[in-house]
């Protein structure tokens, strides 16, 4: 995965949390630059915070965290939000590409205004549609996680770093930002 980001992506920022609030709180502020129909890989371990971190974009999006599970078993969750649908996809478990074919994503990903945040996006990457953002989160001790946004070396994701209102995130409190 790695070699993927750096051919492909450029580091929009790194910053580090100390819990499980501050990685969503940092999603949330990364939601306000995602637009209707990006597409977010998650990578990292087993246990590195992806599902939290989906957390945090469906609630900066409008919608309620509480209802974000891992997809695991499912391989595809959905959750209504207030800019519309964030599909949750979560390819960890899938067996080949004849299986992804059986999930229904491409209807999904076609979807008008449809955001899509993919974990495990190394296993589906060479069918996966462009993604505009990768997401890179690694354990840094206990409750810590280092955060690594990029964005797509080819201009896609113009409004990194902007709310959908126009203006710049700011940093979490309580977080380090590198």
């Known amino acids: 995965m790695e070699s993927f980001l750096k051919r492909n992506f ?3 920022y790194t910053v580090e949390t100390a819990s499980k609030d501050g990685t969503i709180m940092q999603a949330e502020r990364f939601s306000r630059s995602l637009k209707a129909g990006d597409m977010v890989a998650l990578s990292g371990n087993l246990g590195a915070g992806k599902t ?5 974009i469906v609630k900066g999006a409008g919608g309620s965290p509480k209802k974000v ?10 959750y209504e939000t207030s800019i519309g649908f964030v599909h949750h996809f979560d ?38 549609p462009d993604f ?17 946004v990029y964005v797509k070396n080819n201009g896609i ?8 209102k126009g203006g710049r995130g700011r940093a979490v409190p309580g977080n380090k930002k590198k």
């Open 52 to 56: 939290h971190f989906v957390k945090g």
């Open 91 to 128: 390819f960890y478990r899938l067996k080949g590409f004849d299986e992804l074919g059986r999930t229904g994503y491409r209807e999904l990903i076609s979807e008008s205004g449809a955001l899509c945040v993919v974990e495990w996006p190394e296993i589906v990457r060479e069918t996966w």
């Open 132 to 148: 505009n953002y990768a997401v890179r989160l690694e354990n840094s001790g206990e409750n810590r996680r280092k955060i690594t």
């Open 69 to 78: 599970q891992s997809p695991t078993f499912n391989l595809i969750r959905t």
């Open 157 to 164: 994701g113009k409004t990194a770093g902007k709310s959908r």
């Open 10 to 12: 450029k580091v929009l």
